[in-house]
């Protein structure tokens, strides 16, 4: 399970990926465009899971075909080097923004890997306590 924050500067290329992360990734990772300007990683088994429920939605639904484009379309197998790093996309790099400071957000299943700019923002976002006791209110935490 993936729990916590890392953040890191970057000064080249290959992204190293935190020591109390690798251990679960099995030498190789996916990673895939987020929902947020983000991006996401994934053990393999992780997203052969995800791809499967993506791939039994509709081709004829727009939305789902929409989906399929982010999230399969754009997902691509990293191998994990000596060293603990792997090497993204230039593209996917491009579009999370991932160029001096990243951070990486455990979230269970899979990682997100965020620009150190577009993270505080969501930071921010996330520590309006008036905004977070009215928007969460409709999920269901009653087991906790």
Sequence with gaps: MFFGQYHQTVSKHPIEIPANFRGALDGRVVVTQGFDRNLLAMPVENFESLAKLVSALSITDPLARGLMRMLLGNATFCDIRRGGSILVPGVLKSFAGLDSEIVWV???KYLELWSGDLWSQ???DLQ????????FVSMNLAGL
């Design 122 to 124: 969501q930071q921010q």
């Design 128 to 135: 309006d306590a008036d905004a977070n006791a009215t928007r």
């Design 106 to 108: 455990g979230q269970g």
